[in-house]
């Protein structure tokens, strides 16, 4: 699932290629249409699909940013301005093409659910796989409350801090702490991959009860989940399973993992294990681990 140096790798992409443009129109999957007409979940949400569709033709990308893992979108039409609210769920895609058969991964090409004409002619196109990315039209932020719990920008000052107080509420402090840095309310943007690769760097055993890491550990825990972002960020993400930036882009974080996904400590040679925790396979080395 993309993390926070993927979407970041997504929105830099995009950022030059949209900002500016004006939507001439969209065209949702059929998927998107059966699904809603049988009453399921689909990736539009809060609109009904041919709504969504009517509401966004004519409108400019003015601005395109990112907020933890989601990718906002700031339309104007009119003099008034609106926001797309994109999250890639685990395997959602942009790319941005003259002609849809400029796509040549077929996994991709079969699974398009938002065609976005803009004037100029280019499609800005959402694929999405297994369908949980989220495709949002709001006018205001507050129309959707989860996005004003978001915890702040790991990068922004007050983040640590921030961090810390809500590590030490009674809903966290008994928790496993990667369960407890992988909450989007406590840090933004930190998922499996990089929580692991942190706890492993912080010789932090995935499963440690919150509370029973000291203040300033903690705060070096922090730390560390920034470097590794950055690093990653640097290298234009990791590219695992289906996540690609845009047009097929791949980064090589992937390279540089430590603990994420290997079968033996690279410190000690130890055979590593995996437990579940909050539902995500968490990999750990159990003699680096504590
Ligand atoms: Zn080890």
Redesign the pocket.
Known sequence: MPELPEVEGVVRDLRPIVEGKTIAQVALSETVFTSHDAGKQTIVKNNEPHQFERLIQQMTIIELKRRSKYIFFQLEKDGETFHLINHLGMTGAWFVVNDITEITEDKFRKHIHAVFTLTTGELLVFSDIRRFGELRFIKEIEEHPPLLKMAPEPFDEDACDFFITQSEKPKYRNKPIKEVIMDGQVISGCGNIYATESLFKMNIHPGRKTNRISRERKQQLFQVICDVLQESINSGGSTISDYRSINGGAGTMQHRLKMYGKKQ?L????TTKSIVIAGRTSTY?P???R
């Open positions: 400590c410190t000690c040679d130890t080395c003699k680096c681990q």
